[in-house]
């Protein structure tokens, strides 16, 4: 009897624990993370008898969790690549919004300051059509900024939520330390914790939501979590943090740091994965060069436009006035240049734009080992040649050309040697959209009218024509209206055997026909006539002029309905000035303003496009691979109720088992009495 007690309690106690393991599986359904578990039996050692081996019950020897490795490592994974791309999508969203918006966008400004400037060419001497110029021009040059201001607010949010990622990466990494100590102690005694081991799992999940991370198992149950390229930053029950601070080269722009102990390294551009990982790719692969791109553009539309309207005369006969600030202004040049915080100099060098037409969308770095300099452009790595380099002396202006002999557009101004090891960012275009401005504010001062006109002698006894002049090469813009004026009037008379003489007898100096050649009369002649100091005209002579018929090139005093410069003007929306590689001749190589921004847009929408989808390739693997650790480890109620009534009756039937065992003994004792 008392070998059946005892099998009875054993089955009792077994079932117990089994009820006591489904009820535990089933309050927590719905614990993030948990794993069902299950009661392991085995026999008891049977006991020998004459008649052989009688067993003795069973008994509890594990409580085994449903566990994965590889499908949690899954789980992990997919989380992290997730959330990577759904913090890049959720960017890049309102980026493509801002700038392929109707109302938000660049391309709506563009058209309309270029439509004022159309309608303005087709009645020059019209002080409103002047003035709608003006205030497109202002309106074209606040939506620049306003743009950027949206731009420079959403990198402002990035570098709040780094910080704020940051934070909950170090809370959960000590919480995961935490739980190491708690394991490596539960587990000394040969048995796992479960219940730790699944919080310790959630835990690791749920920091992969916030950056990627390489798990290693231990001997100790303990489980090592690397980042970046193999930064430990969590060692049993150690741990080590993510720091988030301003860059060094450029403090607008936090970067991640990897803290240990009192160590600290930088580690931005390697770490991946999770909300960390897609705010840093992002900002790497759109928000910068988004910025730099649409700098570019408004470097390029207030260069082009000052530059062509210096070139013309206004209404009061004067050089054309700037209708855009100067970019180069001393204070917006010492902003392009930031020195790295660990500089043990203090130099401040200006970077000064030269050729906005040839600028790229990239910045560069800048360093000096004590006696040359060594630059980078940091888009793709390319090392630059720096001229003069070193320099004979200070103060010194630096130039910069790609292993293709490209220039950069840029210089640098530097008064001084900077200290051994001294660090430079260079950003030419990252501010030119903030920086435009429209300052002109008198409508008369807007030079539409080119500088040289032409005509000929009312005496001419032929049909000779000559069309107006055209300056095709402006010594400097603005021009020199007085040394252009001092070379006119020109006249030039036809000696009748296809030769223009002043006086007779002599060719007109600076003149050639393109091509070379003599007049022909009755075909189109082209005509260049260079007036000194590096200003060239060019214009035709037509028709059949007779022998003394003079034509008069003279500086265009008073042209106040001249358009020529403004539909120079007009030209520049579809003239290719922007991205220009100047070591390519022959063709043309750059994109208008239109297309400069519509390449912008388009490859912000494709970017936008590939997170959209690669969300949804993402999301269903994530989904997928959920469902397969679900399958696995996930608590199911009809499973469980199930297994409540078949342990009920287990529990039943080993009572019945005791209760037997009872009335056996009782009726032995009685039999004695």
């Given at each position: 009897?008392?070998?059946?007690?005892?099998?009875?309690?054993?089955?009792?106690?077994?079932?117990?624990?089994?009820?006591?393991?489904?009820?535990?599986?089933?309050?927590?359904?719905?614990?993030?993370?948990?794993?069902?578990?299950?009661?392991?039996?085995?026999?008891?050692?049977?006991?020998?008898?004459?008649?052989?081996?009688?067993?003795?019950?069973?008994?509890?020897?594990?409580?085994?969790?449903?566990?994965?490795?590889?499908?949690?490592?899954?789980?992990?994974?997919?989380?992290?690549?997730s959330s990577d791309v759904e913090?890049?999508?959720?960017?890049?969203?309102?980026?493509?919004?801002?700038?392929?918006?109707?109302?938000?966008?660049?391309?709506?400004?563009?058209?309309?300051?270029?439509?004022?400037?159309?309608?303005?060419?087709?009645?020059?001497?019209?002080?409103?059509?002047?003035?709608?110029?003006?205030?497109?021009?202002?309106?074209?040059?606040?939506?620049?900024?306003?743009?950027?201001?949206?731009?420079?607010?959403?990198?402002?949010?990035?570098?709040?939520?780094?910080?704020?990622?940051?934070?909950?990466?170090?809370?959960?990494?000590?919480?995961?330390?935490?739980?190491?100590?708690?394991?490596?102690?539960?587990?000394?005694?040969?048995?796992?914790?479960?219940?730790?081991?699944?919080?310790?799992?959630?835990?690791?999940?749920?920091?992969?939501?916030?950056?990627?991370?390489?798990?290693?198992?231990?001997?100790?149950?303990?489980?090592?979590?690397?980042?970046?390229s193999g930064q430990p930053l969590?060692?049993?029950?150690?741990?080590?943090?993510?720091?988030?601070?301003?860059?060094?080269?450029?403090?607008?722009?936090?970067?991640?740091?990897?803290?240990?102990?009192?160590?600290?390294?930088?580690?931005?551009?390697?770490?991946?994965?999770?909300?960390?990982?897609?705010?840093?790719?992002?900002?790497?692969?759109?928000?910068?060069?988004?910025?730099?791109?649409?700098?570019?553009?408004?470097?390029?539309?207030?260069?082009?436009?000052?530059?062509?309207?210096?070139?013309?005369?206004?209404?009061?006969?004067?050089?054309?006035?700037?209708?855009?600030?100067?970019?180069?202004?001393?204070?917006?040049?010492?902003?392009?240049?930031?020195?790295?915080?660990?500089?043990?100099?203090?130099?401040?060098?200006?970077?000064?734009?030269?050729?906005?037409?040839?600028?790229?969308?990239?910045?560069?770095?800048?360093?000096?080992?004590?006696?040359?300099?060594?630059?980078?452009?940091?888009?793709?790595?390319?090392?630059?040649?720096?001229?003069?380099?070193?320099?004979?002396?200070?103060?010194?202006?630096?130039?910069?050309?790609?292993?293709?002999?490209?220039?950069?557009?840029?210089?640098?101004?530097?008064?001084?040697?900077?200290?051994?090891?001294?660090?430079?960012?260079?950003?030419?275009?990252?501010?030119?959209?903030?920086?435009?401005?429209?300052?002109?504010?008198?409508?008369?001062?807007?030079?539409?009218?080119?500088?040289?006109?032409?005509?000929?002698?009312?005496?001419?006894?032929?049909?000779?024509?000559?069309?107006?002049?055209?300056?095709?090469?402006?010594?400097?813009?603005?021009?020199?209206?007085?040394?252009?004026?001092?070379?006119?009037?020109?006249?030039?008379?036809?000696?009748?055997?296809?030769?223009?003489?002043?006086?007779?007898?002599?060719?007109?100096?600076?003149?050639?026909?393109?091509?070379?050649?003599?007049?022909?009369?009755?075909?189109?002649?082209?005509?260049?006539?260079?007036?000194?100091?590096?200003?060239?005209?060019?214009?035709?002579?037509?028709?059949?002029?007779?022998?003394?018929?003079?034509?008069?090139?003279?500086?265009?005093?008073?042209?106040?309905?001249?358009?020529?410069?403004?539909?120079?003007?007009?030209?520049?929306?579809?003239?290719?000035?922007?991205?220009?590689?100047?070591?390519?001749?022959?063709?043309?190589?750059?994109?208008?303003?239109?297309?400069?921004?519509?390449?912008?847009?388009?490859?912000?929408?494709?970017?936008?496009?590939?997170?959209?989808?690669?969300?949804?390739?993402?999301?269903?693997?994530?989904?997928?691979?959920?469902?397969?650790?679900?399958?696995?480890?996930?608590?199911?109620?009809?499973?469980?109720a199930a297994n409540l009534i078949?342990?009920?009756?287990?529990?039943?039937?080993?009572?019945?088992?005791?209760?037997?065992?009872?009335?056996?003994?009782?009726?032995?004792?009685?039999?004695?009495?």
């Open positions: 009897m008392a070998d059946l007690l005892n099998i009875g309690l054993s089955g009792l106690s077994a079932n117990k624990t089994a009820l006591s393991v489904t009820g535990h599986n089933i309050s927590n359904v719905n614990t993030p993370g948990f794993s069902r578990q299950d009661s392991v039996q085995a026999t008891r050692v049977p006991q020998f008898s004459g008649a052989g081996y009688i067993g003795s019950g069973t008994t509890l020897v594990d409580i085994r969790r449903s566990y994965s490795e590889f499908l949690t490592t899954q789980v992990r994974s997919s989380t992290a690549l913090a890049y999508k959720s960017q890049i969203e309102q980026l493509d919004s801002l700038l392929a918006g109707s109302t938000t966008g660049i391309t709506p400004s563009l058209q309309k300051f270029f439509s004022s400037l159309q309608t303005a060419a087709e009645d020059p001497s019209n002080i409103p059509a002047r003035q709608l110029v003006l205030s497109e021009a202002e309106g074209l040059a606040r939506r620049f900024n306003t743009v950027y201001d949206r731009i420079n607010e959403q990198n402002e949010f990035i570098n709040k939520q780094m910080v704020a990622v940051s934070d909950q990466v170090n809370r959960l990494a000590t919480s995961i330390a935490s739980y190491n100590d708690a394991i490596a102690v539960a587990a000394s005694n040969g048995q796992q914790p479960n219940d730790l081991l699944d919080a310790r799992e959630e835990a690791i999940r749920q920091l992969s939501t916030y950056v990627g991370v390489t798990v290693v198992a231990q001997d100790d149950s303990s489980v090592n979590l690397f980042v970046g969590v060692v049993g029950s150690t741990t080590s943090r993510l720091e988030v601070v301003p860059g060094q080269g450029d403090p607008t722009r936090f970067e991640v740091n990897f803290v240990s102990g009192g160590s600290s390294q930088g580690i931005t551009s390697l770490i991946t994965g999770g909300e960390l990982g897609g705010l840093i790719r992002y900002r790497a692969e759109s928000l910068d060069p988004t910025l730099n791109s649409l700098g570019r553009l408004a470097l390029a539309v207030s260069d082009q436009v000052n530059t062509q309207l210096g070139e013309g005369l206004d209404l009061k006969g004067q050089v054309g006035t700037a209708l855009f600030g100067d970019f180069n202004d001393a204070a917006l040049a010492a902003l392009r240049v930031r020195a790295f915080s660990t500089n043990t100099g203090n130099v401040q060098p200006a970077l000064n734009i030269t050729d906005s037409s040839v600028l790229t969308t990239s910045d560069y770095r800048l360093e000096y080992d004590g006696t040359q300099y060594q630059a980078r452009r940091l888009s793709d790595g390319a090392a630059l040649t720096v001229s003069p380099n070193p320099p004979g002396a200070y103060p010194a202006t630096l130039t910069f050309t790609d292993a293709a002999g490209r220039d950069q557009g840029f210089e640098l101004a530097i008064d001084s040697a900077p200290a051994t090891g001294d660090q430079f960012l260079l950003q030419p275009t990252r501010r030119g959209a903030t920086s435009i401005s429209a300052v002109l504010d008198q409508p008369d001062q807007l030079a539409f009218a080119a500088p040289v006109r032409a005509e000929a002698e009312l005496q001419n006894s032929g049909n000779g024509a000559i069309s107006q002049p055209d300056l095709i090469a402006a010594g400097s813009s603005p021009i020199d209206a007085a040394a252009i004026s001092a070379a006119l009037p020109v006249a030039l008379i036809y000696d009748g055997a296809g030769t223009f003489e002043n006086p007779p007898g002599t060719p007109v100096t600076g003149l050639t026909r393109v091509p070379a050649g003599a007049f022909v009369p009755g075909q189109l002649n082209t005509y260049e006539l260079d007036l000194g100091g590096g200003n060239r005209v060019s214009f035709t002579i037509s028709g059949r002029p007779e022998n003394g018929d003079s034509f008069n090139l003279d500086f265009n005093t008073n042209g106040v309905s001249d358009n020529r410069n403004a539909l120079k003007l007009v030209d520049l929306q579809s003239k290719q000035t922007v991205g220009v590689d100047p070591t390519v001749t022959g063709i043309d190589t750059g994109v208008s303003f239109t297309d400069g921004y519509g390449d912008l847009v388009e490859r912000v929408g494709t970017l936008t496009a590939q997170a959209r989808q690669d969300s949804e390739a993402t999301g269903a693997i994530l989904k997928q691979a959920t469902d397969n650790r679900d399958a696995l480890a996930g608590v199911n109620l009809d499973e469980e078949k342990f009920e009756q287990y529990y039943n039937a080993s009572a019945q088992v005791i209760q037997v065992a009872r009335s056996l003994f009782d009726t032995l004792i009685n039999s004695f009495r």
